[in-house]
């Protein structure tokens, strides 16, 4: 039987998933800075509203007030959607701060605290899709290889039980081979989309391929990812897109 799925709501890419991710998977979206991995994180939330599917935005990499003034250079995001609470979007250090948790490294009680109020706040709002930006700038607080492991298979495993779709996203420097710094996330995600960077004639272009995605057949084209502020993020095939 095949599975429920969630419609990232990018056309292309949920042609390429063969209909959509499958319901309650988490993705890592890893790429170098500037590829687009925020910015695809927040149009699957705000393409998860027209749908009647609450999201919520865990920020470790961008203040919450710089964030939104980002995407609003993005027509698809809309702040009536923060008002409504179709959308939530909340600071990690902030939560971090107020639960008294140390602002260097975690002890393994710290990091499991941290999880459960993440999970109790995406209970709450009844959030079906949560976005984790960064899981790498969280991971520096996280000592041990064990402890990353662990975090991340958790919030994997308690947001899956809700039937919530996660995105974490990986910072990975340029022109790099690996997934993730810590080499340990993309081995506990669902799934891997990769974000890079190709030159063609002085130019940057940006690209995204799926690399895997537990439990369903897709396909793992490369993609050239365009973003403008009219549609976001748009995916054409690399060979037919005269790039
Ligand atoms: N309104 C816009 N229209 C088109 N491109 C934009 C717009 N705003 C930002 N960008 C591009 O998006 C990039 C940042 O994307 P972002 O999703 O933050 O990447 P990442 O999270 O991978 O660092 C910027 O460097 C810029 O090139
Ligand atoms: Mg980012």
Redesign the pocket.
Known sequence: MDRPRCKTGIEELDAELNGGLPLGSSVLIS????????????QFLVNGTKMDEKGVFFTS??PVAKLKK?QS??DFFKEDLLKSNKLSIIDIWSISDRLGLSPERYTADEANTLFEVIRDITKELGAKRLVL?SITSLCYRLETKEMIRDFVFKIGASLAAMRCTTFL?S?IPPRSFKYSIHNVEEFISDGIFF?SDVERKGDLIRTFRVIKMRGIAHARTKFALN???KKGIELAPLLKSNM
């Open positions: 790429g170098p800075s500037g590829t687009g991995k925020t910015t695809l994180c927040m990499s961008e980002h250079g993005f930006d996203t910072e974000l973003m403008s502020s």
